[in-house]
Nanobody, 126 residues
């Protein structure tokens, strides 16, 4: 069973908004820091945004600052990525990941995360 499952991807026009969900099935997200990464065709996977286990600290890549936010609903064991003012360059497969060892600091690199989802496609196009 996949520990994390992303949903909410799809096609959106430039300037539009989309919210992705990351539902945890085998772990309790309140014990983990959560990160979102993305991988565009022909490119390496890159960091998007992350938070600490208590959501006190959030870290975002420069390319998404002011446009993307992260939130969590622990009662639903789900984390959300809210994406606004989307650009064509935001097109990618988006992955959520969970880290226990970096939960107090927020992980910026994929090797810092122990669990991964399978990804959801986001396409920004007119």
């Amino acid at each position: 069973q996949v520990p994390l499952v992303e949903s909410g991807g799809g096609l959106v026009q430039p300037g539009g908004s989309l919210t992705l969900a990351c539902a945890a099935s085998e772990l309790t997200i309140s014990n983990y820091g959560i990160g979102w990464f993305r991988q565009a065709p022909g490119k390496e996977r890159e960091f998007v945004i992350s938070d600490t286990w208590n959501a006190d600290n959030v870290y975002a890549a420069d390319s998404v600052k002011g446009r993307f936010t992260i939130s969590r609903v622990n009662a639903k064991n789900t984390v959300f990525l809210h994406m606004n003012s989307l650009k064509t360059e935001d097109t990618a497969v988006y992955y959520c990941a969970a880290t226990r060892r970096m939960r107090e600091f927020g992980g910026l690199f994929d090797y810092q995360y122990e669990y991964w989802g399978q990804g959801t496609q986001v396409t920004v196009s007119s």
